[in-house]
């Protein structure tokens, strides 16, 4: 079995990142903590359901490498960033986003969502079009829910009233292909408050609102072996929404970009590239 280290896939606390700027923007309801690096066409990315910004560390590198201003976002609860979410829906987290992007001075952005995050981005490019050069998904989930014992699981893999090891392996089991393993320490970055606020305010916002994602290019990674996110739901999002492509992968479940992270930085870089500063129609 091949032991991952997630640092984190869901992580939770207030890490400085190396190389990275980090800024603290107040928007209108909240004060979010951004880092950001790298200059050219701006794409904002918004980390996964009670994870933060040092999740799409290495996806960022990667990506600002080649050529693009990458800012990631550690949404209200995550990190230092501080903001009501007791009656939020994704329309108020996605209007965070867009505050991020005035304070900053980018009128047009890509937008990068993974997981939770790609409801959030998917709402933001639904709620202003016109500001969205492009939109990629990782691990597009919304449509299909997850079998009820692969939610359970991921339910128990943030809970820290459990042991360790029940927990581990319940990460295991609901996040990882087969034969692919978290490393322990993701445990003590998993948000679990924030995480059950998130979904709150996920089933607080139709689904119509947010699902098909504006009117932007996008790209939809899929892994095959995604039990939350399952893959019916990137076939169904492509085939029907234009201008929508869909890359699946083997080799990787929910967590994804520890499993497969060559594979899909490719991919997004090669996306990003093509549509660069404005969007092809």
């Not at 409801?119 to 299909?144: C, F, H, K, M, Y």
Request: charged share 20%; net charge positive.
């Amino acid at each position: 079995m091949r032991a991952i280290h997630v640092l984190a896939v869901l992580a939770a606390g207030a890490q400085e990142l190396p190389n990275w700027q980090r800024q603290m923007i107040p928007t209108r309801a909240a004060n979010i903590e951004l880092y950001t690096r790298g200059s050219g066409p701006a794409v904002l990315m918004h980390p996964s359901g009670g994870g933060s910004a040092l999740s799409l560390q290495e996806l960022g590198n990667r990506v600002s490498a080649a050529g693009f201003k990458v800012v990631l976002i550690n949404p209200r609860g995550i990190g230092a960033s501080k903001g009501p979410l007791d009656n939020a829906t994704l329309h108020d987290l996605a209007a965070d986003v867009w505050d991020c992007a005035d304070k900053l001075g980018l009128p047009k952005v890509h937008l990068l969502g993974r997981a939770f995050g790609n409801r959030v981005v998917r709402t933001a490019s639904s709620d202003r079009p016109d500001r969205v050069l492009s939109l990629t998904l990782l691990a597009a989930g919304g449509e299909i829910a997850p079998a009820p014992a692969d939610r359970a699981n991921l339910t128990k893999a943030f809970d820290a009233t459990l042991d360790d090891a029940k927990r581990l392996a319940a990460l295991r089991d609901s996040l990882y292909a087969p034969g692919n393993q978290p490393d322990a320490s993701a445990l003590r970055r998993m948000n679990g408050e924030t995480y059950k606020q998130q979904s709150a305010a996920s089933s607080r916002t139709s689904l119509k609102d947010w699902h098909l994602g504006g009117t932007a290019p996008m790209l939809v990674v899929q892994c095959l072996a995604d039990r939350i996110a399952v893959p019916q739901n990137g076939w169904n999002l492509a085939t029907q929404r234009p201008n929508t492509r869909l890359l699946a992968l083997p080799g990787c479940g929910h967590a994804m970009l520890p499993e497969q992270p060559r594979a899909i930085s490719n991919a997004v870089i090669g996306f990003l590239s093509e549509f660069g500063p404005e969007p092809k129609r």
